[in-house]
């Protein structure tokens, strides 16, 4: 066998296969086993007619037509190892000269495992930012402890802001009630802009046991084409009005929170679970600008297969998103006033970068030795069993080879993340 390699681009070759008499020999012997199988021969069992007298029988065209096949499927793997190669994809085969029995020809095209050229990844320039929690912070969570445990009481009079209001209400569009718009006994906090502007202004005044419509005027650039910008009127009726209290944030609030004492304690807790929360951020941060100064020092080239794959990702996140929000990808582009083709061109940087990203830190985990113990895979994959035993379906996929490989693969790239961030500490 003969292998001619071209390079197409940095992430793309086509290899000229030449298979010679004595390369092809085993493939005619394979490709005539298996039509003798198929054959029927009045004296033999079918399946077990000898190769000699089946050949007899067999058309030369489909003999032929299978030693090629078979020539290129149990080569082209090894044309592609001779050049060190590793494809991305099946190759796109295309074969160019065939003489039976003497010579065979094919072109194999395809993507394939880039060469990267790391950068200095020991000197990145990279800084770990830090922050303070801040008095402002703590004091929010300790009003939003107080709106949780807040006394409400029902009240005869006209609803103000910060009052609940419990209300059944219809949303109608050009007379007709619209999707998602109507509710009965909605228990809405007055002030809290949970509704569209208006909304919850037009409530203010009103009564337990008042009815009124109530003109609403949706946003332009509301997330449902259809009611964008629409004239509607909500049918209401105010049910209850409940005057709200908030707890004072004292001691006596901080016991109800947990095993505290006094409302100092309380602070402290949340001044700790803020300080983590802010590092656990701040480490993830780290390891993304780490990893965006290692891309721009090294040069990778992207495939464009691999690019494609991600933009599939990305568009099938939105889509998902879109969908949790009653709406189409279309629609979801649609409210948020951007075309197909800026999204297309935004999407595409991402993607870029995720494979970029990819690419390096796999070449580094390689160069590196980065590897993590079989052991460390099985009790990550225990560890995952215990999540996911009420899933049947998610427990048979840790079984599966491809998905203990996908698994382990992710383990190593978090492996090379703590060494880079170790490097450039």
């Excluded at 590793?86 to 395809?110: I, Q, R």
């Excluded at 208006?198 to 419509?213: M, R």
Aim: charged letters at 35%.
């Amino acid at each position: 066998m003969k292998t001619k390699l071209k390079k197409l681009s940095d992430s793309r070759v086509e290899l000229t296969v030449t298979l010679d008499a004595k390369d092809l020999k085993p493939a005619k012997e394979k490709a005539l086993e298996k039509l003798s199988k198929e054959l029927k021969v009045e004296g033999f069992r079918k399946g077990k007619v000898p190769a000699e007298i089946a050949k007899k029988f067999i058309p030369d065209n489909d003999l032929n037509a299978e030693t090629a096949d078979f020539a290129v499927r149990t080569t082209v793997v090894n044309a592609f190892n001779e050049v060190s190669k590793s494809p991305l994809v099946l190759p796109s085969v295309n074969v160019t000269k065939f003489v039976p029995d003497e010579m065979l020809e094919y072109t194999a095209t395809a993507d394939i495992i880039p060469e990267v050229k790391l950068g200095d990844y020991k000197n990145l320039d990279v800084k770990k930012a830090t922050t303070k929690v801040t008095k402002k912070e703590i004091d929010e969570i300790l009003d939003n402890l107080a709106t949780s445990y807040a006394e409400k009481k029902a009240i005869k009079k006209a609803a103000e802001l910060t009052d609940e209001v419990v209300i059944d209400f219809v949303g109608k569009k050009d007379g007709e009630p619209f999707q998602g718009g109507s509710a009965k006994d909605y228990k809405l906090t007055l002030g809290s802009n949970t509704f569209i502007p208006g909304f919850e202004d037009g409530i203010v005044g009103h009564e337990p046991g008042d009815k009124f419509d109530l003109k609403i005027t949706f946003p332009k650039d509301y997330g449902v084409k259809d009611l964008a910008g629409a004239k509607t009127v909500f049918e209401i009726l105010v049910k209850q009005v409940n005057e709200v209290k908030k707890a004072p944030i004292d001691d006596e609030m901080a016991k109800k929170c947990g095993p505290f004492k006094t409302l100092d304690e309380l602070k402290e807790d949340i001044k700790k679970n803020l300080e983590a929360q802010n590092e656990h951020k701040q480490e993830e941060k780290f390891k993304d600008d780490l990893v965006n100064a290692l891309v721009k020092k090294s040069k990778i080239p992207a495939p464009e297969i691999l690019i494609d794959d991600q933009m599939r990702i990305i568009r099938d996140d939105m889509t998902r998103n879109a969908a949790a929000q009653g709406l189409s990808f279309e629609e979801f582009l649609d409210a948020n006033h951007e075309t197909l083709e800026n999204w297309e061109k935004e999407a595409r940087k991402i993607a870029e970068t995720r494979v970029k990203a990819s690419l390096a830190l796999q070449t580094l985990a390689t160069e590196r030795k980065i590897t993590v113990s079989d052991d460390l895979v099985a009790a990550k994959i225990a560890e995952l069993r215990d999540v996911y035993k009420k899933s049947p379906d998610a427990l048979k996929s840790l079984k599966d080879p491809n998905v203990k490989m996908d698994i382990k693969n992710r383990m190593i790239i978090e492996a090379t993340l703590d060494y880079l961030v170790k490097e450039n500490s």
